[in-house]
């Protein structure tokens, strides 16, 4: 489990016992009068701010540590870990984030997502997805799939490269030449990442 | 021989009971299990002594025999269900929990806006495909038809249309609603809920429906014995684009990066979280349903070993009773020979 809860981080008095504070859904007034004139019988139903826990107000001054949330469908990866950068592989190129950047929103192609934690890196090979960057110094990164680099076999990715780009010539059509076009580039970047040649 | 004097008796057995076997045939049906069994208990033994032929004494302790034979299957067809739906929950409990991460980063950064009022909106139900799950499947469609009624109350010209996803949801939803439905998704759980088919279905739900909101109903594990109804509204990209009241600058203060194509950012971003929220919604319903199918199975367990306990009880009074009759028989009909 994370060591110290957002609720800790945000309070100004500290206290012994963890405590989790979810968020609450922007409701207006209207929407729950609303409610109650349709539905009276019923509870209003839950959202998901519910079930997530409140993220820390911007600070005044930059923090030292960036916290850092990794998601993906399977796993939730990294949950709020406080680390000095991250190097996410923007469409733009590799975008180093450190405490106090400016709120970004990154689309990620395929490549390296690097966390360093001191002398401590972590690598992952990751699939598209999104980087998001806040005024409050936490980086939450979403991707599809993500692989540590170690479990990938060099010989497969040079087979992979030459199979993809044989169907992009030989495409019939867009959807062919599409779907060829994304083999091709993740496995370059893949080949790239993992320097073979 | 022995075959011949076993067929005799099952042949008597058949031809005694031929008016009471279609009696037989509309037996309450596991479904009925799991609501009250004494009043249907009650009818039924009623119709017994009604419908046991003339003549025929060990009529009736035969058919509360059948009785109990089928009550006991149910039992253990219930609990092979119930043990079935504890395994399934096992495996997909773990990958619910797992992407439950997944949608965060989006109402991180974009809040979350349930009440916003705008000129379309899809409603996503999810449901289950199976029955016998307990009320999840009516829970999902109550709510999906308030949210209806809530956005034609905020005007006239407001137009809201259904996604089913789910057989349940369908069957529920056709009855009053067929003209607001768009389409209907249906066998999502024959290979396991899986990113890439979550994303084929949003993607053509958001290709067949071009809405400005969209919400998604449906339970959320809460824990075994709780399921919580849960909206999860995703705004579209226009939405996006135009800016959303509720969280203060919007998406303004954020810088995009690579930002000579922020249309297609924004496309890409309502649709990874319409994919993603949609994803987390499929697996939270499909662990409430094995919870709650569980549930009912184990309630319906237990009503058949009530009702199997109460037919012993009837089945060895009338069994002792008849031969307390044949004794009495015997015993006077030697006593008035003996003078």
Not at chain 2, 198 to 203: G, N, R, S, T, Y
Not at chain 2, 227 to 247: C, H, N, Q, R, Y
Request: aromatic content about 8%; charged content about 20%.
């Amino acid at each position: 489990m994370f060591s110290r809860s957002f609720a800790e981080v945000a309070a100004t008095s500290s206290s012994e016992k963890q405590e989790k504070v979810f968020g609450e859904a922007q409701v207006t007034e209207k929407f729950k009068a609303d409610w109650k004139t349709i539905a009276p019988n019923f509870d209003m139903p839950k959202f998901p701010s519910n079930f997530m826990e409140v993220r820390p107000p911007v600070p005044s001054t930059i923090p030292a540590k960036l916290t850092v949330n990794f998601v993906l469908p399977s796993q939730y990866e990294i949950k709020a870990k406080q680390v000095d950068y991250v190097i996410v592989p923007a469409t733009s190129g590799q975008m180093g984030v450190l405490p106090g950047h400016v709120p970004t929103i990154a689309e990620l192609k395929p490549g390296i997502l690097s966390v360093h934690d001191g002398t401590d890196v972590k690598q992952y090979f990751v699939s598209s997805g999104f980087a998001f960057v806040h005024a409050n110094s936490v980086a939450d990164i979403v991707a599809i799939e993500a692989v540590p680099l170690d479990r990938f076999d060099p010989d497969e990715i040079r087979r992979g490269v030459q199979e993809y780009t044989q169907k992009m010539n030989s495409a019939k059509d867009d959807l062919e030449k599409a779907e060829a076009q994304i083999g091709v580039e993740v496995h370059s970047a893949l080949q790239y990442a993992l320097g073979i040649a | 021989m022995a075959s011949g004097r076993v067929g005799n008796r099952i042949a008597k057995l058949i031809i005694c009971h031929g008016s009471s076997i279609s009696s037989l045939r509309a037996w309450p049906t596991t479904a009925a299990f799991t609501a009250q069994p004494w009043t249907c208990l009650g009818s039924r033994m009623a119709a017994v002594q009604e419908l046991a032929p003339f003549g025929a004494r060990a009529a009736s302790s035969q058919i509360v025999r059948t009785r109990m034979k089928s009550v006991k299957s149910i039992q253990k067809i219930t609990k092979a269900m119930k043990m079935v739906a504890a395994s399934k929950l096992r495996g997909i409990q773990a990958k619910a929990e797992n992407s439950r991460g997944l949608w965060q980063p989006f109402v991180a950064l974009l809040g979350d806006n349930p009440g916003i009022s705008v000129k379309k909106k899809v409603i996503v139900t999810v449901s289950s495909d199976k029955g016998l799950c307990g009320g999840i499947n009516s829970t999902s469609v109550k709510y999906s038809k308030a949210l209806l009624r809530m956005n034609a109350l905020m005007g006239a010209d407001k137009e809201t249309k259904y996604v089913i996803i789910g057989e349940k949801g369908k069957a529920q939803l056709q009855r009053d609603s067929r003209k607001a439905i768009s389409f209907f998704v249906g066998e999502t759980q024959k290979i396991g809920i899986c990113f890439t088919q979550v994303a084929m279905i949003a993607d053509d739900i958001l290709k067949k429906n071009k809405a400005d909101v969209y919400q998604v109903v449906f339970n959320k594990f809460a824990s075994m014995v709780s399921f919580l109804p849960t909206v999860a509204t995703v705004l579209s990209t226009e939405m996006l684009a135009a800016g959303i009241d509720g969280k203060g600058g919007g998406l303004e203060s954020y810088e995009l990066e690579d930002a000579d194509m922020p249309s297609e950012i924004y496309d890409n971003l309502a649709e990874f979280q319409f994919a993603a929220v949609l994803y987390n919604a499929m697996l939270e319903n499909a662990c409430s349903e094995a919870g709650a199918r569980m549930r009912a199975m184990e309630n319906s367990t237990q009503n058949a070993s009530d009702m199997l306990e109460r037919l012993t009880l009837t089945y060895n009074r009338t069994r002792q009773t008849s031969i307390t009759t044949e004794l009495i028989e015997i015993i006077s009909g030697a006593a008035a020979l003996e003078g």
